[in-house]
C-alpha cells in the first residue's frame, strides 16, 4: 500500500526536482523508486510507482496532479457529448515508459510485481467533480438524474482500464490491483445498480486475457463487503475498519483477504504496534491472507518502524482462529 512515498528521505530529495508525472514517465527513475521500498523494507511483493490517473492522458483527457490536493482536471465531464474526448487507446504506444519501466523491474526484482489501475467508479469520480471531493455532489447528480450517461461513462472507463491492466500483465505484472479509493461514499443499493455490474466486466475482460491475481482495494467498504465477492476479484483489501474475522465470515473461503493495519498506529509505540499486528495474524484462518495496511503509508511514518514491522510479521507464525 503506497509503498514509495513521502516517508523515504530518498524520495523527497527526488522531489525536490521532479514531479511525479516526471518519474512515472522516467523508466530508469521510476524502477528506482519502486525497488527502494523492497530494498529498504524487505516486503514480499512490489508495487509498480505510478497514480491511478496516468492512463487517463492517453484516453484523451488533460489533468495535473497538485501538490497536497491530488489529480485535478480544468474541464470535467459533466454533459454527454464531453464524453467523446474519451477512447481507449494502444497503451504501448501512449505509455511505452510503462513497459520499460516493467521490464527494468523484471529483471531486478527477487519478488512479485504489481500492476495496478484506478476503479471505473473513482476515475469518474475525478472527470465529473473536477478533482477531490467530500460530497460527490456532481457524481450523484449525475448518478441519478442521468444513468444513461453514467453508464456511458463507466462502460468507456472500464473498457479503458480493462486495456490498461491487461497491458501491464502483458508487460509482466505478476499480479493487479484496482483501487476504488471514493467507492466506499456509496451505500449497498448504488453500489449494487451503478458500480458492480462495471467492475464485473472489467474483472471478467482482465481474466480472459491475462492469468494473473487480481486484487480490490477500496476504503470504507466494510458494509459493501458481500457486493465486492461477487465481483470475481481474487483479493479482497480492507481498511481497518473491518476485522480480518468478521470479513472472513462474510467473503467466501475462495477469495483471499488483505489487509488491514490501521497506519496511524505507526506512528505510535511500537507495543501497541505489535499488539495490533499480532492480533490481525491470530484472526487469520490458512490459506488466503496477505497482511498489509489498511491504507496507503502516511509522510511522518519512520523507515525504521516499517522495517520492524515487515520483520516481526515474517517472524510470526500464523495461528489459525
Known amino acids: 500500500m503506497r509503498q514509495a512515498g513521502r516517508y523515504q528521505p530518498e524520495y523527497r530529495e527526488i522531489k525536490k526536482t521532479r514531479r511525479l508525472v516526471d518519474i512515472v514517465m522516467d523508466p530508469k527513475l521510476c524502477a528506482l523508486v519502486t525497488l527502494s521500498p523492497i530494498d529498504q523494507l524487505n516486503v514480499d511483493a512490489a508495487i509498480l510507482f505510478s497514480d491511478i490517473i496516468m492512463p487517463i492522458a492517453p484516453m484523451g483527457i488533460t489533468f495535473e496532479i497538485r501538490d497536497g490536493i491530488g489529480p485535478c482536471l480544468d474541464n470535467p465531464i459533466r ?36 500492476g495496478f489501475c484506478g476503479a471505473p467508479f473513482t476515475l469518474a469520480c475525478y472527470l465529473i467533480e473536477g478533482g477531490p471531493s467530500k460530497h460527490f455532489t456532481h457524481v450523484r447528480r449525475t448518478m441519478h438524474g442521468d444513468p444513461d450517461f453514467w453508464n456511458v461513462l463507466m462502460e468507456i472507463l472500464t473498457a479503458g482500464m480493462s486495456a490498461y491492466l491487461r497491458f501491464q500483465a502483458e508487460c509482466g505484472a505478476q499480479a493487479l490491483q484496482i483501487f476504488d479509493s471514493w467507492v466506499g461514499t456509496l451505500g449497498v443499493d448504488d453500489y449494487q445498480d451503478h458500480v458492480l455490474p462495471h ?49 472472513r465470515r462474510r467473503v467466501p473461503a475462495n477469495i483471499a483477504l488483505q489487509g488491514n493495519l490501521d497506519p496511524g498506529l505507526l506512528l505510535g509505540p511500537w507495543d501497541k504496534l505489535e499488539q495490533h499486528a499480532q492480533s490481525i495474524l491470530d484472526q487469520v484462518a490458512e490459506p488466503g491472507f496477505i497482511f498489509n495496511l489498511g491504507h496507503g503509508v502516511t509522510p511522518e511514518t519512520s523507515v525504521e518502524t516499517l522495517q520492524k514491522l515487515t520483520q516481526f510479521v515474517h517472524n510470526s507464525t500464523i495461528s489459525p482462529s
Open 79 to 114: 454533459e454527454r457529448e464531453h464524453v467523446k474526448r474519451l477512447s481507449v487507446p494502444d497503451f504501448a504506444a501512449g505509455m511505452p515508459y510503462v513497459s520499460e519501466t516493467i521490464s527494468i523491474l523484471r529483471n531486478q526484482l527477487t519478488v512479485p510485481l504489481i
Open 199 to 247: 467492475l464485473m466486466r472489467l474483472v471478467s475482460e482482465v481474466n480472459n486475457h491475462a492469468d494473473v491475481p487480481i486484487i480490490y482495494f477500496g476504503v470504507h467498504t466494510g458494509h459493501l463487503l458481500e457486493k465486492i465477492a461477487e465481483s470475481g476479484c481474487d483479493v479482497i483489501g480492507l481498511d481497518w475498519r473491518v476485522s480480518i474475522a468478521e470479513a
